[in-house]
């Protein structure tokens, strides 16, 4: 027979003789009769405060419930006390503070920056309106509306283009014709 190596992982499995081995071992040896008899002693002395114990929290509650009743507390206004507490206590705390202020900050931030993209928006319509593009577009469109009067038969100057657009929008606004086509066709 080979020498069986010793260790937590043995690769063989159980054998019989290592089974009775094991079922010969008496754990109850290890305890005296006088050491038995007063740990069932203990045991049963801890069981009756257990229950005790448990009649005293029960008669508690009772009286705790019934307290309540005559306060006229009721588990909504509970509800909102401890919402309202734990409220107060997020807001005091310090990591609530700290968001508060960097989402204060970053508003303000933000603020500014639409602020200053509005002002540059503004400018370069300005630019772009002062532009000799933007002139020369103008102009033809004046040069346009002038000769389209003048051909229809239109009654009083060309007028700058701003006039021409809100006379333009005035005249829809007031579902009437633009100009005097309808009269000059009727004669």
Do not use: C
């Amino acid at each position: 027979m080979e020498p069986r190596q010793q260790g937590l992982l043995d690769k063989e499995p159980l054998k019989e003789v290592d089974e009775d081995m094991v079922s010969e071992v008496d754990l109850n040896n290890t305890v005296t009769e006088e050491d038995r008899e007063e740990m069932e002693n203990e045991l049963i002395k801890l069981e009756e405060e257990i229950t005790t114990l448990k009649q005293v929290l029960a008669s508690k509650e009772n009286r705790h419930l019934e307290l309540k009743q005559n306060l006229g507390i009721t588990p909504l206004n509970e509800l909102r006390q401890n919402f309202s507490k734990s409220w107060y206590d997020m807001q005091t705390s310090t990591a609530y503070k700290k968001t508060s202020e960097t989402l204060s900050t970053a508003g303000q931030r933000t603020s500014v920056a639409f602020s200053n993209l509005g002002n540059a928006i503004n400018r370069k319509f300005g630019d772009m309106r002062n532009s000799p593009s933007f002139k020369s577009f103008e102009e033809k469109v004046e040069s346009t509306v002038s000769n389209i009067k003048s051909k229809v038969g239109g009654t009083g100057g060309a007028g700058n283009f701003e006039e021409v657009l809100s006379s333009a929008a005035q005249a829809s606004a007031q579902g009437t014709p633009t100009n005097n086509v309808m009269e000059n066709s009727e004669r």
